[in-house]
T-cell receptor, first 115, second 115 residues
Framework: GEDVEQSLFLSVREGDSSVINCTYTDSSSTYLYWYKQEPGAGLQLLTYIFSNMDMKQDQRLTVLLNKKDKHLSLRIADTQTGDSAIYFCAEVSGDSGAGSYQLTFGKGTKLSVIP | DGGITQSPKYLFRKEGQNVTLSCEQNLNHDAMYWYRQDPGQGLRLIYYSQIVNDFQKGDIAEGYSVSREKKESFPLTVTSAQKNPTAFYLC??????????????FGPGTRLLVL
């Protein structure tokens, strides 16, 4: 079945760039998402990228998509302590013939920012 | 102020009791979802609803039930048949279920503890 893999932990110093990586398996995925979860809270949509794009930039966030390797990354420039959270990668996967789609999440990467 | 609300934030239940978690949205979204999150795990889909009066089982529906009598509301009942109900429950919604675009927006979550 479809699977989304992420490393579980990442530590960076404040002011440095963070790069969170994700691999997915469904080559027919059309949208890929990054969500942020702060402690005890719901998921906040950070950004998403359509599969016909290689890169998307939104202020401090840069998303890179390598469809050939099924690899997605999220780069956070000038990482701040407020960026400390769990970051989830998610892909849309499913059966286009049946019209049945599902959002599949990775287990999340816990980003710790060291002051 | 549009959004998704879940109540309560914390919920305690005795073993053998059913309990209902509330999810309300005023975004005029057709589709709604329930996920379960366990520590160190990604999100797992319990149930989803594409439209009023319709719902489908997700990956881990056993021990849960839902209803969708109104567009705004998608309550989840955790029954006594759910053997390990202690978890963080997240509700989400998306504009519709048009096929492959599923940008989901999440509520703040309810943490259920079984005593």
């Amino acid at each position: 079945g479809e699977d989304v893999e992420q490393s579980l932990f990442l530590s960076v110093r404040e002011g440095d760039s963070s790069v969170i990586n994700c691999t997915y398996t469904d080559s027919s995925s059309t949208y890929l998402y990054w969500y942020k979860q702060e402690p005890g809270a719901g998921l906040q949509l950070l950004t998403y990228i359509f599969s016909n794009m290689d890169m998307k930039q939104d202020q401090r966030l840069t998303v890179l998509l390598n469809k050939k390797d099924k690899h997605l990354s999220l780069r956070i420039a000038d990482t701040q302590t407020g960026d400390s959270a769990i970051y989830f990668c998610a892909e849309v996967s499913g059966d286009s013939g049946a019209g049945s789609y599902q959002l599949t999440f990775g287990k999340g990467t816990k980003l710790s920012v060291i002051p | 102020d549009g959004g998704i609300t879940q109540s309560p934030k914390y919920l305690f239940r005795k073993e053998g009791q059913n309990v209902t978690l509330s999810c309300e949205q005023n975004l005029n979204h057709d589709a709604m979802y329930w996920y379960r999150q366990d520590p160190g795990q990604g999100l797992r889909l319990i149930y989803y609803s594409q439209i009023v009066n319709d719902f489908q089982k997700g990956d881990i529906a056993e021990g849960y039930s839902v209803s969708r009598e109104k567009k705004e509301s998608f309550p989840l009942t955790v029954t006594s048949a759910q053997k390990n109900p202690t978890a963080f429950y997240l509700c989400a919604s998306s504009i519709d279920w048009t096929g492959y675009q599923e940008t989901q927006y999440f509520g703040p979550g309810t943490r259920l503890l079984v005593l």
